[in-house]
């Protein structure tokens, strides 16, 4: 069913075909950007449009005249009580109450439908993230990206896109056979050498077991072996193993990826050579050497012949090696590959990274920009770190974990819900700090317990309504709420804009920012009965009056619901 603002963009969209038919506009105007919205100030109405301003110099006309050809129509519409033109050209507009009573009865219709729309049109999203290298278990480095990456693959759907969530295994190079050396050294120990654990080894605990687990498998076999003939299978083993770990740590998130893929089958399939002749067909792919680092060269520097891809003809800074003067492929040279595999079933591409790739990210969408010929729309979401903190004070590193902080640990402290809900309560390129007293601190300045505190209230009512045996049977008559309840059934009117607004930008945050908002203004009109008795939600003596309140609760704790489902975050039955 249409929202509000879709049903008044609609109405919009009629009158203008009027005023076209009529031969006051000219036909074929572009109307991609006629918006209606909330006005930025609330007295100036319920609804604004841009729509004069927008289609005025097009349709050869000024902005107030075209607004004073729309706003007579608009005002004999049922549902509009006035409509006035502001300024140069703004239409302001104002629901009647009934508009806002059916919008009040449609939240409590739809219920967890609310919200969800068809904007995407079934259109592919590939949503890329996590994507650690599987050398140790999740930190909380990675834990950031993981829930905005997640929460945005849910905010996509819920705007009608259909989304794989993708993780990028990178089980090829120089990090994952040291990781294969570091548990060939825990496999030895685990057969009862005693070992010492080189410098630039990984030395974590984690992978003990995965050492002991070699040792049962292969028993003494590849103690005394040259590495030739055990790297390759220790690198498959102890990355499967890393990977169910890796998974299991994502589990405690409530994270399960569609689809993983491995670096090392990229390049086995032949996805690198093929993406290189394509681009090499279109001429952007040469032997050249790069420019010389900018300021005073070093000593040992010299040009050096590689393999290039025209980046600069994308937008980029320069052009940038695929292959090195070896032969041997960069990384960016399979990254390039990966990206092309990906596009080959996407119409979108998104990836979420940590703010220390912000350099990359111009040479990815230059190429993605190259091997798709432009088709496939590509946006890299930048995540920066989090600082862990407990009662202002840094945290100490995890001697298990050899230098992090691991994600079970932070799960198992404060919980799935918290985690998530904390990470997405500033813009994903915005510093973080996650202190642990904060985040489970009962009071309004925590986003977490604020909205919770908010739907457990609702849910309180029911409950409460029980026990002094009012009668909630009987279906509420809606226009028994006032004026303030009616601005909250406006604010919460928003939510399907929110979903589709952030979906557009690629930003669940806003989902949590409007949650907040639009708990505080619950809470706001809660504790008015504090002051009157009579504006309690719960009036035993005035059961039809409890009825409406009611469902006006119930709609709220819906939306919230919605929400925090985007946010994959269950919402509260109580507060304990």
């Known amino acids: 069913m249409p929202t509000l603002y879709a049903s008044f963009a609609a109405r919009i969209g009629a009158i203008l075909d ?187 605990d984690y992978l003990i077991p995965i050492g002991q687990a070699l040792a049962a498998e292969f028993g003494p076999h590849y103690v005394a072996k040259p590495e030739s003939e055990w790297l390759d299978l220790f690198r498959e083993k102890t990355v499967a193993a890393m990977m169910d770990m890796i998974r299991a740590d994502l589990a405690l998130l409530g994270i399960h990826h569609d689809l993983f893929s491995s670096e090392a089958a990229v390049q086995k399939a032949g996805r690198v050579d093929a993406a290189f002749a394509r681009l090499e067909k279109d001429g952007l792919i040469y032997k050249g050497a790069l420019e010389p680092p900018k300021g005073e060269l070093p000593d040992d520097w010299e040009p050096t012949e590689m393999t290039l891809f025209r980046a600069t003809q994308f937008g980029d800074d320069s052009d940038r090696p695929v292959r090195k003067s070896d032969g041997g492929l960069t990384y960016f040279g399979t990254d390039l590959a990966y990206h092309a595999q990906k596009a080959e079933s996407a119409d979108m591409l998104i990836d979420i990274w940590g ?134 059934v406006k604010l919460a009117a928003q939510f399907p804009r929110i979903i589709e607004s952030a979906a557009v930008a690629h930003e669940p945050h806003r989902v949590a920012f409007y949650l907040y908002d639009l708990a505080a203004m619950f809470h706001a009109l809660w504790n008015r009965g504090n002051d009157d008795p009579a504006r309690r939600f719960l009036l035993p003596d005035r059961p039809e009056l409890t009825r409406a309140r009611l469902a006006l609760s119930d709609a709220i704790g819906q939306i919230i619901r919605n929400g925090l489902d985007v946010m994959g975050v269950a919402a509260a039955e109580e507060m304990q």
């Open 18 to 204: 009027e005023l076209q038919a009529a031969g006051a506009i000219p036909a074929g105007l572009d109307r991609r950007n006629v918006a209606v919205e909330p006005p930025r100030d609330p007295a100036h109405g319920d609804l604004a449009t841009n729509a004069a301003m927008v289609l005025a110099k097009p349709a050869g006309t000024n902005p107030r005249a075209l607004a004073e050809l729309i706003v007579p129509k608009l005002a004999v519409l049922p549902e509009i009580a006035s409509a006035d033109v502001a300024g140069p050209g703004f239409i302001n507009v104002r629901l009647t109450d009934a508009s806002w009573r059916n919008e009040l009865a449609t939240i409590l219709s739809e219920g967890a439908d609310y919200g969800r729309s068809q904007l995407g049109s079934g259109r592919r999203v590939n949503v890329e993230y996590v994507s650690a290298n599987p050398t140790g278990p999740m930190h909380m480095g990675h834990c950031r990206g993981a829930v905005v990456g997640d929460a945005l693959a849910a905010l996509l759907e819920h705007a009608g896109f259909t989304v794989t969530r993708e993780y990028y295994v990178n089980d090829a190079g120089a990090q994952v056979q040291t990781l294969a050396r570091s548990a060939h050294l825990r496999y030895r120990e685990a057969l009862g050498e005693t070992i010492e654990i080189p410098e630039g080894f990984y030395p974590g």
């Open 355 to 488: 703010a220390d790739h912000a350099g990359t990210v111009k040479r990815i969408k230059a190429a993605v920009q190259a091997l798709t010929g432009g088709k496939v729309e590509f946006d890299v979401k930048l995540v920066q770190m989090v600082r862990l903190l407990r009662g202002g004070e840094p945290v100490k590193m995890s001697k298990r974990s050899g230098s992090f902080v691991t994600l079970a640990d932070v799960v198992s402290e404060v919980g799935k819900d918290v985690v998530r809900f904390t990470m997405l309560t500033r813009k994903a390129d915005a510093q973080m700090d996650f202190d642990f007293a904060k985040v489970v601190e009962a009071s309004k300045d925590n986003p977490v317990f604020y909205v919770q505190y908010a739907h457990a209230r609702g849910r309180s009512l029911h409950r409460r309504a029980a026990e002094a045996r009012i009668d909630t049977g009987p279906a509420a008559d809606l226009a028994l709420l006032d004026a303030e309840e009616l601005t909250l």
